[in-house]
């Protein structure tokens, strides 16, 4: 396989996720070092074992996103292994039950069980936005001190497709996900005359721990929601995490997208750009 970030750190947090352990994989498989960023360490450690056994460059580190003395902490330690950070994927995110309504929208008579816009849980909402929001602010303001005066550094942030448009039932993960694109673009102006450039990616819908509830029923057949979702995706398929793959080397090779900051790329099967009719 080509070489291409061959002497680049790469720090990716949700490095167990079933996304981001594909980009890092494919980022050690490019000859990238990788820091495995997460906050349960099972998934990051099997993960190290895996790359290391094939002679690729990867470390697992423990850290909370919203917690900026543990960033602190694993930066020296990825210093002291790997060297400076070059490249910053934020990948760690997600949803939380309590910060969706039960319904799509708000009727008169309203399944009693079915958790209501009045009855939305505001710690969730909070909890939903300090993961994505400030788990994406945190990571940065520690590890892009490695980057400033630095050529070939970058950050790259994962976004959502309900960040354009939010989904509905799904109130705090798009707004969280909306701030993810917004200081995006904020980032990226800020940092423009340091060469650091800053990017999204805006995944549509794959098919993952995350979302399985909401894509299949208990007997594995797809929900009246994910058929509305394959309906909205002119491609007709749920993503896989290799879709995602080009996009996110792309977007952090300096080689191939040194002129690009402050984008956000959906890969989505054409969800966003769809109209429905
Ligand atoms: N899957 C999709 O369809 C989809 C679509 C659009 C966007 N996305 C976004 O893509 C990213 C990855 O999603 P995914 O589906 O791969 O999710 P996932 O499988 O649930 O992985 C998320 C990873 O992030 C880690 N994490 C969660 N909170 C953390 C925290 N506070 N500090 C450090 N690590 C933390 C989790 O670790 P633990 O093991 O400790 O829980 C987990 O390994 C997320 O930002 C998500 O919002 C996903």
Not at 105 to 122: G, I, V
Not at 245 to 253: E, I, N
Request: proline share 3%.
């Amino acid at each position: 396989m080509n070489r291409v970030l061959e002497h680049k750190v790469i720090a990716v947090t949700g490095a167990g996720g079933v996304l981001c352990s594909e980009f890092a994989r494919h980022y050690a498989a490019l000859g990238a070092k990788v820091a495995l960023i997460n906050r349960s360490t099972e998934k990051i450690e099997a993960l190290e074992k895996e790359l290391t056994a094939l002679g690729l460059q990867a470390k697992a580190y423990q850290a909370n996103v919203i917690d900026a003395e543990a960033l602190a902490a694993v930066h020296t330690r990825i210093r002291k292994d790997f060297g400076q950070v070059d490249i910053l994927v934020n990948g760690a995110g997600g949803n939380m039950a309590a910060a969706n309504t039960g319904n799509e929208y708000h009727e008169k008579a309203l399944a009693p069980s079915l958790r209501t816009f009045f009855d939305l849980d505001m710690d969730s909402v909070s909890g939903v936005f300090e993961l994505n929001f400030l788990g994406t602010l945190l990571p940065t303001k520690e590890f892009a001190s490695d980057m400033v005066g630095r050529e070939g550094c970058s950050i790259l942030n994962v976004s959502s497709m309900s960040s354009y448009k939010p989904l509905t039932k799904v109130l705090g993960y798009s707004a969280a996900k909306a701030a993810v694109n917004n200081l995006t673009q904020w980032l990226a102006v800020h940092f423009s005359h340091m060469g650091i450039r800053v990017n999204a990616v805006a995944p549509g819908f794959f098919s993952t721990k995350q979302n399985k509830t909401l894509l299949y029923d208990e007997e594995g057949n797809l929900t009246e929601r994910s058929r509305k979702i394959l309906a909205g995706t002119p491609m007709g398929r749920f993503g896989v995490p290799e879709d995602l793959l080009g996009t996110v080397t792309y977007l952090v090779d300096p080689k191939a997208s040194g002129f690009v900051t402050g984008v956000i790329i959906p890969v989505d099967g054409g969800f966003n750009a769809y109209s429905g009719v």
